[in-house]
């Protein structure tokens, strides 16, 4: 989603600018742009495409503002081209946006009456109108700005310059995430804590609501009515050392590597690898005392929770509904007392998860958050954070989030199930031990990298790809669809081995790719019919198994991936790691964009 950036600085801020908006790239964006004021002039640069081509604008016909905006924007209204990039101007009002202004065609058509005139075809000019229209009306900066934030309704942050004041910017945030950072005379605005990581570390997140004034030596947030409202100043930790591609091609290779340490570290957070038991941590409920938990989140987040729900109802025998946040927060699901919800997002801000929270909220049902930023809105919202340790996920298709969601989940899982008493305490013991393992089985798995990118080589000649699981490898084959369509852009389908019969068995034939998951677990001799009826038709099939899966197996296969031999409740974790690479090596292949892949964004703050 777009990113913003905002600098009231000591010295010409547009190459700080396009710094802070290279950290935020990964969010995705099509095209960019960067506004400064120079003795009351405003000028503004912007491309379509990659920063490179904003960066060689700004080089050929530099700007030498001390004040100034810039954004990342990612298509919502109106194509991707130089017109509809931001910054947007007014009469000396300029205007970077993140989110989606509901209410645009009202405001649009009304300001058109009075004589705006539209230059672009984004809701984000109805703003920067807005805001004029209320200078023109004899309004201060200040005062404008408050009443045009006013009418809008939808999701948004802006930060909002003006012509003739070079010591003010105005930030706004109803929705997706804006902080401010604190410097020496000069002041910050940016999307996140990353973009403002080289300049600062003292920074304070807006909440739902807030506009701040900010200057160079002060800042001032109100909330929409206007009356000042004290937010906390917080360190941020020293986030861009660790944003950093290392000897890696991408940030997704180096993602992928960072697991079996994050999971490692994840673990550690909720087990007492010692004492074989979980660790006394704070918790929004308590699992003996709740008959019911809803799950729900978005894409990846959403594959991890599903994993989750056989992990809650075979151990803990505890009931889970899980659900597509989007799908969740409309379809009125009656909500009990007696149930806990989980909601599952890495960057703590995806729009819809952030609703269906807010609904189980208003049900006065008790929250946590599965997260890995753990300053965003969905933490900040839930009675308790249950952090992934997985440290910045820059690249787009999440990988490392989704282990350390997928840790957190056994980890309560088996929490949970030591609460209900649905196991002895010596199969605690021993499913902790089987957990404190994980790290150690994933760097085996990494090992298997080279021949995976043999299979990655053929991946990448064909158009469709079916991946196919039982259990717990069943929402796994959905994970390895899904990061191969994101990436690879190959179409690709994850299917519940047992349901092949019933449809997708009319697309087998001998161009069709099926990725069989399946370690030999108690149901491994199901699956293995399931291949048989893929062999039967002509499809190829490369299975990813354990020792005695490959050794069972009794079809032929045009690669078997053979993986050490796990215990059950870790495979789907160890699992995943192939799955990645197969998608990361066949985009690689493919020479797509692997850390940006088209249309998409990494954080998806807009329904
Ligand atoms: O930040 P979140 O975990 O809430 O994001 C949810 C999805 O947008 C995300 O998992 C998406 O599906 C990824 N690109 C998958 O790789």
Known sequence: MCGIVGIVGQSPVAPLIVDALKRLEYRGYDSAGVATIEQGKLSRRRAEGKLINLQRLIEADPLDGTIGIGHTRWATHGVPNETNAHPHFSNGVAIVHNGIIENFAELRAELAADGYEFTSQTDTEVVAHLVSRELSRGLDPVKAAHNALKRLEGAFALAIMFKGDEDLIIGARNGPPLAVGYGEGEMFLGSDA???????????????????????????????????????????????LLVDKGNYRH??????????????????????????????????????????????????????????????????????????????????????????????????????????????????????????????????????????????????????????????????????????????RDKEKALVRQLSETPRFASQVLKLQDQIEKVARELAQVKHVLYLGRDTNYPLAMEGALKLKEISYIH?????????????????????????????????????????EVAARGGKIILITDKKGAEAASVKTLETIVMPDVPELVAPILYALPVQLLAYYTAVFMGTDVDQPRNLAKSVTVE
């Open 194 to 240: 990353i973009a403002l990581a080289p300049f600062t570390n003292a920074i304070t997140y807006l909440e739902d609501g807030d506009w701040a004034v900010v200057r160079r030596s002060r800042l001032q947030i109100y909330d929409m009515a206007g009356e000042p409202v004290e937010r906390k100043r917080q360190q941020s930790i020293g986030i861009s």
């Open 492 to 532: 690709a389908e994850g299917y519940a081995a047992g349901e092949l019969k019933h449809g997708p068995i009319a697309l087998i034939d001998e161009n069709m790719p099926v990725i069989v998951i399946a370690p030999h677990d108690r149901i491994y001799e199901k699956t293995v019919s399931n291949m048989q």
């Open 251 to 424: 940030f997704m290779e180096k993602e992928i590597h960072e697991q079996p340490e994050v999971i490692s570290h994840t673990l550690a957070h909720y087990l007492d690898f010692a004492n074989g038991t979980s660790k006394p941590i704070e918790m929004p409920f308590d699992f003996a005392k709740i008959d019911r938990l809803a799950i729900s989140a978005c894409g990846t987040a959403y594959l991890a929770g599903l994993i989750g729900k056989y992990w809650f109802e075979r151990h803990a025998r505890l009931p889970v509904d899980i659900d597509i946040a989007s799908e969740f927060r409309y379809r009125e699901m009656p909500l009990s007392k007696a149930s806990g919800a989980l909601f599952v997002s890495q960057s703590g801000e995806t729009a819809d998860t952030l609703a269906s929270l807010r609904y189980c909220r208003a049900g006065g049902l008790p929250i946590g958050a599965i997260v890995n930023v753990r300053e965003s809105t969905i933490a900040r919202e839930s009675d308790a954070i249950l952090p992934t340790l997985a440290g910045p996920e820059i690249g787009v298709a999440s990988t490392k989030a989704f282990t350390c969601q997928l840790a957190v989940l056994a980890s309560l899982a088996v929490r949970a199930a030591a609460a209900r008493g649905t196991i002895s």
